[in-house]
């Protein structure tokens, strides 16, 4: 007797649709069954007109617990990612206090966060100057990345220069840490910004400017250099630019070890909805403009970019709000996006462009997955996987308003946005814990370490 049997579902897998039912035993996948097959189970669930996807990871989000509550806590985080079909969640080391720089900071946030998540969540580990020797420790513990500035983020955060970063593929290399990065030329900013500030340009388009490009470029360039140097390996977080997806596609042609992401909001958002609208809009990298926008979706199509994640980035509302003297440059550089990345993407995507639902599944489970360590229990409905499941009705027409947010502080980039196809089900080990928008009680989510098949 199966614990719960999937039928009629249309199963998205990397490169097709089928329809197939899935048996659930004790939280894993125990069958995958082409057609209707009866199979006795407690509980059945009929995905007719659905499709059934890996359940979706998104490996970039800031939760914000333990230190910056103020802005949001795990246990709405997870909340809000569970309502938006996300499965699992990769939770970065800032924003936190202290930051995760060691194994047994580590230790600390598992035990704190025990019992808070609605879903399964993992741990990026901090990267900065004065952690260069706890690495393999942090590793060890089961940290699935570590994240790494090139321009400095402010707070207790500190950025690495090119030779640490250098040291660091080395190092890293070692034992198979995966090292992601910020990419924004520190040198450049600071001098811009500096300037702008100093001549009292402090708006929207000043901060645009103020954060080209040419940084991002920079910054990127310089990592495949050492990559090549090194022979290392390296993430790239939230690519915004299609000149700088063009120049990680040929570092991947030359056969160097480099994977990258995008985010939601490059894809939806220019940097005129921050002119016209204002910090709503504000991240970094900046939104570009919409030939850019439009470009860069052509290294979503070819796998350039192999991970759509959220950033989700949240604040308290005084936060978001443009300074006195700093104007835009003081307010906070974030959105929020973790509840409504995969409906977005979704209908831009699929609906609207017409891709197959396979790119979905791909880029924000498969991929997601195998980057971080993951594969061998999530991000592939197979036999002995976690049954980690997101249930999409393609007919689903939505609007994202304000009050359906579950975040702590109810304003996103993404409100005002509607489309058709959303998450209708989101399923964690083989419990539901969310249905048409509804969560269920309980937090069940688990931690999930580094556990790559050697
Ligand atoms: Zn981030």
Redesign the pocket.
Known sequence: MYDLLIKNARLVTADEVIAAAVAVKDGKVAAVLAGETPVPARQVLDLTGKYLLPGVIDC?V?FNEPGYTWREEFAQGSRAAAAGGVTTVID?PMQNRPPVIDREVFARKAELLQGKSAIDYGFWGALIKTNLDKLSGLQEAGTLAFKCFMCNPGQDYTALDIAEIEQVLVTLREFDGLAGFHCEDYAMIERLQTASLATGKTGRRDYLAARPVEAELKAVNDIIALLDKTEGRAHI??VSHPAVAEAIRQAKVKGLDITAETCVHYLLFTGEDLVNEGPRFKCSPPLRTAADRKKLWDYVLDGTLDCICS?H?PCAPEEKAEASETGTFGAWGGISGVQTSLQAFWDLAITQKGADPSLVARVMSINPAAIFGLDGVKGTVMPGRDADFTVIDPQKNWEITADELLYKHKFSAFTGLSGTGAPVMTIVRGQVVMEDGRLRDGCTGQLVRRCREE
Do not use: I, L, W
């Open positions: 970039h800031h970065m977080c939230h950033d980035s």
